[in-house]
């Protein structure tokens, strides 16, 4: 029976109206992308605001005239569309068309211990010493359902005005990622596969600068939702 009411919410509940929201960015972030080791090396570019790490947005090339853009929030809004590579980089206001939105229900809880987060010495880099820290699942098992052994990072210097960074707490927990790690935009990550043998997901940070842009939803969007059982 609880199985039945739990269906008919979801049924009922599986469009949402979504209200007329803009997005701030002050900043772009550039960065040299790896998905393995022997992978080709991609350019992404990433959309942030400095005092609020609730949400982000990368962009990389869909084609030589186009980016994918992938927008997401804490809240669950997400959303995928294509946008012409100019567009991207002149526009002030960057309207997402509804079809592009969904929304997902977060229902894990929160669990303070569920990291291990080890702040290292500061690191050489090219004469330059840095800072950086590692995270990992305190539970092997966990880190074995994620295939994620340990992740490292590397912190650009003079850039404690910018919040931990959304991107590279995705393979953690938002809310304690952004109050456990130093403030600062990423130099260098990785991470590495369960068995240790593959090198994951490494960002090189190239260039970043200043900016004024936002992101728009329009007010009405029917946004499919969907909810996630724990």
């Known amino acids: 029976m609880k199985y039945n009411l739990v269906l ?28 393995e080791q022997s992978s080709q090396v991609e350019i992404r570019y990433l959309l942030t605001n400095s005092q609020d790490n609730t949400y982000d947005c990368i962009a990389y090339e869909e084609d030589k005239l186009n980016f994918t853009m992938n927008f997401r929030d804490v809240n669950g809004t997400h959303s995928v569309s294509v946008i012409d590579k100019n567009d991207f980089f002149k526009a002030e206001t960057i309207s997402v ?12 809880k929160y669990d303070p211990f569920k990291f291990d987060y080890d702040f290292k010495k500061d690191t050489l880099i090219n004469d330059q010493y840095y800072k950086n820290y590692t995270v990992k699942f305190h539970k092997k098992a966990e880190a074995r359902k994620r295939n994620n052994s340990i992740s490292y990072y590397t912190i650009e210097n003079n850039t404690a005005f910018h919040l931990p960074m959304l991107i590279f707490s995705g393979s953690w927990d938002w809310r304690e990622t952004s109050k456990s790690v130093p403030n600062g935009i990423i130099k260098e990550s990785h991470r590495l596969s369960y068995s240790k043998k593959k090198y994951l997901l490494a960002y090189k940070l190239m260039q970043f600068a200043k900016i004024n842009k936002y992101i728009e939803f329009p007010e009405g969007c029917e946004v499919p939702s969907r909810i996630i059982f724990k």
Do not use: G, V
């Open 8 to 35: 008919l919410l979801f049924l009922f509940t599986s469009l949402s109206c979504f209200a007329q929201k803009k997005y701030f960015f002050d900043y772009i972030i550039q960065y040299r992308f790896q998905r």
């Open 97 to 108: 068309l509804c079809e592009t939105l969904h929304y997902m229900d977060i229902k894990d």
